[in-house]
């Protein structure tokens, strides 16, 4: 079982259409979680990155952790098609040998369709 | 501000020779990290750097191997190259204490 399992899609969606990206987990030491857009051919682009459980907002995305459920998501409203992309969640320990290691979801391949 | 930089872009190697990547970090970072992304698959940690010195390494064989030079740049060295090497190789950078890190657009190696 991989340490984090995140559904590769595809995903369409309609432009404007609010879309929900989704990540568990098994490793309980993760403390940083982060979500990365990814176009094709292009390096991760650092979308969200967020310390322990709660929501952090910044302008049509919404990022939420829930660490006693060991799951975590994005939120993009009102998506565009400039927002077709793959989108990867990642995730670090807070401390010890791991420290700074990211470990990566699989990603999910996102199509907004005007 | 320059971001992350990595050369070359593109590679085509054959089977059974070596090759080197280069990274820059971006200004004011001082810890690099060398990931392998396989086609449809998130990036596999390979390891870091910090102080010139390998501080952690992931599940990749010893025919990977790095360095860190005193600028704070890095090369990724992968000899007796394989088939399966074939992916893209990303460099992330961040500053040490911190996790945030911030990827270049990667080095596309294919191996025939």
């Known amino acids: 079982q991989k340490e984090v399992e995140q559904d590769p899609g595809p995903l369409s969606v309609p432009e404007g259409a609010i879309v929900s990206l989704n990540c568990t987990y098994s490793?309980?030491?993760?403390?940083?979680f982060m979500w990365y857009r990814q176009y094709s051919r292009k390096g991760p682009e650092l979308l969200m990155y967020?310390?322990?459980?709660g929501n952090k907002e910044d302008g049509r995305f919404t990022a939420q952790v829930d660490k006693s459920s060991k799951y975590i998501s994005l939120f993009i409203r009102d998506s565009q098609p400039s927002d077709s992309a793959t989108y990867l969640c990642?995730?670090?320990?807070?401390?010890?040998?791991?420290?700074?290691?990211?470990?990566f979801g699989q990603g999910t391949i996102l199509t907004v369709h005007p | 501000d320059a971001g992350v930089t990595q050369s070359p872009t593109h590679l085509i190697k054959t089977r059974g020779q070596q090759v080197t990547l280069r990274c820059s970090p971006k200004?004011?970072?001082?810890?690099v990290s060398w990931y392998q992304q396989a086609l449809g698959q998130g990036p596999q940690f390979i390891f870091q750097?910090?102080?010139?010195?390998?501080?952690q390494r992931g599940n990749f064989p010893d025919r990977f191997s790095g360095h860190q030079f005193p600028n704070y740049s890095s090369e990724l060295n992968v000899n007796a190259l394989l088939l399966g090497d074939s992916a893209l190789y990303l460099c992330?950078?961040?500053?040490?204490?911190?996790?945030?890190?911030?990827f270049g657009q990667g080095t596309r190696l294919t191996v025939v």
């Open positions: 992330a950078s961040s500053l040490v204490g911190d996790t945030e890190a911030f």
């Open positions: 490793n309980s030491a993760f403390q940083y």
């Open positions: 967020t310390y322990s459980s």
């Open positions: 990642a995730m670090s320990n807070a401390g010890g040998t791991s420290y700074g290691k990211l470990t």
């Open positions: 200004s004011g970072h001082d810890t």
């Open positions: 750097y910090y102080e010139e010195e390998e501080r």
